[in-house]
């Protein structure tokens, strides 16, 4: 058992100091927000992650993990002590480093033994470097500092799972001490590790994502031109996911890739590289078909509709994937404001995130338009002109072809998740436009405004 101190109780912090506790580690959680740290103690997670809650009250039951505001006590008791605070984006694309400098700071004026500082967070290659010196420069106590790069690789929803059961765990050290140290503290998640440098370890995080950011704009960029060639993306997919160079993964097409660290991630690699002198075109691009392909379907339907203006708008999902309630570069938000500044009657559903979006958008009016939100997606379709759906939640998924019929008053539909098979959608006489594929045309008026 090893003490350890995690700063920050975000989606990072948070599930790193759980999964820790739940490995037997002694954890103290800190965050400098105190209603958030009684909360936590009622076993509370601020963030909606499957299974989180469970393994949180499991392991203060136990007298594993602890969350306080009070860090000297926490960082001076401390083995290891781990940084998972944001880096948000500044409006240059590069990092916001400044949490990472007041915990720094915190930790250089707390620590009285030898202590391995771990950054968590996602920071541009060489930060550690200086971070190290950072601490080292405000040190009160003559103890041996240093710091590490260990980042994680957990998506959204599936946090804890990713943690416990993740593909590797990425070490990035400067001596042997620090090196054997992690080793250590992640023996009990017995998972492959890769020991590498720091600034490799730094690089390993941006890369990977970066990679998988490309991925997706790749398909979304073949996806536009299958249309324009009269292929199907879903086929093409398939077909080309067969191939272990490839693999069969991240290969959906969609309304563009949203989440905290992708479009982040993408912009910063993209900076660093250009602090250098260097242009990193691939990353560039793959930033660049994302951003148009956020508004696609808006498009489309902008040239197929006369005007938005009236008419009724279903939106179905509005978080950036399901299983979250995080909106961060969701497609909805480029979306919505777009229809409202047209003058539609959007009736927006999302499962999770329509109070966090609500927070944004309040239900009324807005210039020309209004948002409303309801409780079911079926609600949502009811007498509406068209329909967006923009995230692949169970509860759009499981609608059947027919109630988009049967519920809409002109069965226009635009799917961003290539949720439906065309044909079914035709079978159905719904008008339907996805992403990389043949639209569907109605071939039939709905039979229920003949019969009146
Ligand atoms: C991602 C990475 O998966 C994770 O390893 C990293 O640590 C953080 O960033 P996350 O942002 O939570 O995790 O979600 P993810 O499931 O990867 O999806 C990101 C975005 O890409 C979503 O908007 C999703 O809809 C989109 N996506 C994903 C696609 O459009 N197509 C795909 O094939 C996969």
């Not at 541009?124 to 260990?150: C, M, W, Y």
């Amino acid at each position: 058992m090893t003490n350890l101190a995690v700063a920050g109780t975000g989606y990072v912090g948070l599930v790193a100091g759980v999964c820790f506790a739940e490995m037997g580690h002694h954890v103290t959680c800190v965050d400098i927000d105190e209603d958030k740290v009684n909360l936590l103690r009622d076993g509370i997670s601020p963030i909606y992650e499957t299974g989180l809650e469970e393994l949180m009250r499991k392991n203060y039951a136990a007298g594993r993990i602890q969350y306080t505001t009070d860090y000297q006590a926490a960082y001076r008791a401390a083995d290891a002590i781990f940084i998972g605070v944001g880096t948000p984006e500044q409006p240059d694309g590069s990092a916001n480093l400044s949490y990472i400098a007041t915990v720094a700071r915190q930790i250089a004026e707390s620590i009285e033994q030898d202590c391995l500082v771990v950054v968590k967070s996602t920071v541009p290659v060489g930060t550690n470097d200086k971070v190290e010196q950072f601490i080292r420069d405000f040190l009160v106590h003559d103890v041996k500092v240093e710091v590490a790069s260990n980042p994680e690789f957990l998506a959204q929803g599936s946090a804890v799972h990713d943690t416990l059961h993740a593909e590797r765990i990425i070490i990035g050290t400067e001596s042997a001490w620090a090196e054997e140290l992690l080793r250590r503290i992640y023996a009990p998640f017995q998972l492959p590790i890769v020991a590498v440098n720091r600034r490799s370890a730094e690089m390993i995080k941006y890369a990977s994502n970066d990679f998988l950011a490309l991925k997706i704009s790749y398909m979304n960029d073949i996806a536009n031109l299958c249309e324009l060639v009269g292929a199907d993306i879903q086929d093409v997919a398939q077909g080309m996911g067969y191939d272990p160079r490839i693999g069969n993964q991240f290969l959906n097409a969609g309304i563009g890739f949203g989440g905290s660290c992708f479009p982040k991630d993408t912009k910063a690699l993209a900076n660093l590289a250009s602090q250098h002198g260097y242009e990193l075109r691939t990353v560039q691009s793959a930033i660049r078909v994302n951003a148009d392909q956020k508004t696609m379907l808006y498009k489309k339907a902008s040239k197929r509709l006369i005007t938005f203006n009236g008419l009724k708008v279903a939106v179905l999902g509005l978080t950036f994937k399901p299983g979250t309630d995080d909106l961060r570069e969701a497609a909805s938000l480029e979306n919505v404001p777009l229809l409202l500044e047209q003058g539609a009657e959007v009736h927006a559903y999302d499962p999770v995130g329509a109070a966090n979006f609500a927070r944004l958008y309040p239900e009324g009016a807005h210039g020309k338009g209004s948002i409303r939100y309801v409780s079911d997606p079926e609600e949502a379709l009811t007498e509406a002109n068209v329909c967006f759906i923009l995230t692949e939640w169970g509860e759009i998924r499981q609608l059947a072809p027919e109630a988009y019929h049967r519920l809409m008053r002109t069965p226009l539909v635009y799917d961003g998740r290539n949720l439906y098979e065309v044909a079914q959608m035709r079978d159905a006489n719904v008008e339907y436009h996805s992403i990389g594929r043949e639209p569907s045309l109605r071939s039939r008026v709905k039979e229920s405004k003949i019969l009146g």
